[in-house]
């Protein structure tokens, strides 16, 4: 499909392993996004990039959680040393440009650390 | 910072029903403003956007939001909800940063 894809869908992981959650953006959208979804607090931003380069981590919780995007393509997203808070779905979006907000998002992931 | 504020956090309607949601941001500058849709199982999905001009926005499935610059506010209403509106709606806006959204409002549309 044409759609923003996300893999895996679902991760269960014991706490303090590492995870990584992956991201292929519509071709030719040149703005990713990453978001976290929680219950009952709607969408917090983590971070975006504009073809390879990360303008924006002000969103990143901490030093546990990286991500990068290469080729102007894909984005994977890493957490160290997972932690119980960190469950929630992890949502990535793609925009054909930054700077105007219209998303098109996947279907997410959606982390369980136990 | 900006900020977006949702007013209800769950609104249940019985089918035919006038729908509003109520949305508020904080930003004192211009703004691009969006509701977003998710349906129960499925990905976020554009309901409609502002970006300028009439303040008065036409979305799909008959939502229509109204861009209020002295409120701050961009409301999204339908006159008649369905069963299948059943849905979390999400206001988001942006201003000088990435999008930033609310909490989202759950809607449950019953017959």
């Known amino acids: 499909g044409a759609g923003v894809s996300q893999s895996p869908s679902n991760k269960v992981t014991e706490k303090g392993k590492d995870v990584e959650l992956r991201c292929d953006p519509i071709?030719?959208?040149?703005?990713l996004y990453w978001y976290r979804q929680s219950l009952g607090q709607g969408l917090e931003f983590l971070i975006y990039?504009?073809?390879?380069?990360?303008?924006?981590k002000s969103g990143l919780p901490s030093d546990r959680f990286s991500a990068e995007r290469t080729g102007g393509s894909v984005s994977t997203l890493t957490i160290q040393r997972t932690q119980q808070e960190d469950s929630a779905v992890y949502l990535c979006?793609?925009?054909?440009?930054?700077?105007?907000?219209?998303?098109?998002f996947g279907e997410g992931s959606r982390l369980t650390v136990l | 910072a900006q900020s977006v504020s949702q007013h209800n956090h769950h609104v249940i309607l019985s089918e035919a029903a006038s729908l509003e949601l109520g949305c508020n941001y904080s930003?004192?500058?211009?703004?691009?403003l969006f509701w977003y849709v998710q349906y129960p199982g499925q990905h976020l999905q554009l309901l409609l956007k502002?970006?300028?001009?009439?303040?008065l926005v036409k979305g799909i499935k008959g939502f229509e939001a109204e861009f209020i610059k002295s409120k701050f506010s961009f409301n999204l209403r339908k006159p008649s909800v369905q069963w299948s509106d059943t849905a979390e709606y999400f206001c988001?806006?942006?201003?000088?940063?990435?999008?930033?959204f609310g909490k989202g409002t759950r809607l449950s549309v019953i017959a």
């Open positions: 502002y970006f300028s001009g009439d303040p």
């Open positions: 071709s030719g959208h040149t703005a």
């Open positions: 990039f504009q073809g390879n380069s990360a303008p924006d």
């Open positions: 988001a806006v942006k201003g000088n940063t990435p999008l930033v």
């Open positions: 930003y004192g500058g211009t703004v691009n």
């Open positions: 979006a793609s925009s054909p440009r930054s700077g105007f907000g219209e998303l098109f």
